[in-house]
């Protein structure tokens, strides 16, 4: 299945598709409960550029042009991405996307987090017989889980950037919990980092409807439902990958 082009290209759309619609979605929830905070106009211009590219991914023929169209999109999000930031504004400043190094607290912790993230997903894929080192949009590449970082695209938004914004706006952290290396590199000190982690604990136990199931499940269920329903397209019990749409 992943060797076959026009096959792997429309799981790989799905996977997207999720990731997309979710990120519209966060942009969404942030206009609806705090505009009179924000630039109510970039991040309403940000959510229009998402559905467009929602409609892209439709009638995208080519893995290539998939990738472009998510790394236009994502650089669209991020680019408003510090509008969802409401306080300590000042220090929680994000400028884009840093990986290796992070170079700021909100990379720091998006990137400890998505790598969590990660390791549950291939986790839940192992779990249910499927390889997580083969993927439809990441590339094979030795010792890369591509089927885990394909899983994961549609949950980054809602899983991960949501947690780390409320950390943030709740004030779970705050400059005292990060330390910055002579190289460069943000890191969360060792007792940020426990706490986050109870956090991140906490908030898997809480419930929500799954979208397409329509059952109340755990947050920290989703990885492994997704991975069992893809688990079950790939064996032809269902006739597409139904991705995870936050409501």
Avoid at 3 to 21: E, H, M, P
Avoid at 177 to 195: D, H
Avoid at 210 to 237: D, N, T
Wanted: glycine share 6%; net charge positive; with cysteine.
């Amino acid at each position: 299945l992943s060797d076959d082009a026009n096959r792997s290209l429309s799981v790989a759309q799905n996977f997207i598709t999720g990731k997309l619609y979710n990120s519209k979605r966060v942009l969404e929830r942030l206009l609806r409960d705090h505009s009179l905070r924000i630039n109510e106009a970039a991040v309403k211009d940000a959510s229009n550029s998402l559905r467009d590219s929602l409609c892209c991914i439709k009638n995208c023929n080519s893995a290539d042009k998939l990738r472009g169209i998510e790394g236009d999109a994502a650089s669209v999000y991020f680019g408003v991405f510090n509008e969802l930031v409401l306080r300590d504004k000042e220090f929680f400043l994000f400028k884009g996307r840093t990986r290796r190094p992070p170079k700021d607290a909100i990379n720091a912790m998006l990137s400890l987090f998505y790598t969590v993230l990660a390791n549950d997903c291939a986790a839940a894929l192992e779990g249910v017989g499927l390889d997580p080192y083969v993927g439809f949009l990441h590339t094979d590449r030795p010792g890369r889980a591509s089927l885990a970082l394909d899983l994961m695209e549609e949950l980054r938004s809602v899983c991960v950037d949501r947690f780390v914004l409320t950390a943030i706006n709740n004030r779970v952290v705050d400059s005292s919990c990060f330390i910055v290396l002579e190289t460069g590199e943000c890191r969360l000190s060792g007792e940020a980092r426990k706490n986050l982690f109870s956090m991140w604990q906490d908030r898997k136990r809480k419930t929500i409807v799954h979208p397409f199931l329509e059952e109340k499940i755990p947050w920290g269920l989703i990885p492994h439902v997704q991975a069992l329903l893809l688990s079950r397209f790939v064996r032809g019990e269902l006739d597409g990958y139904p991705p995870f749409l936050w409501k």
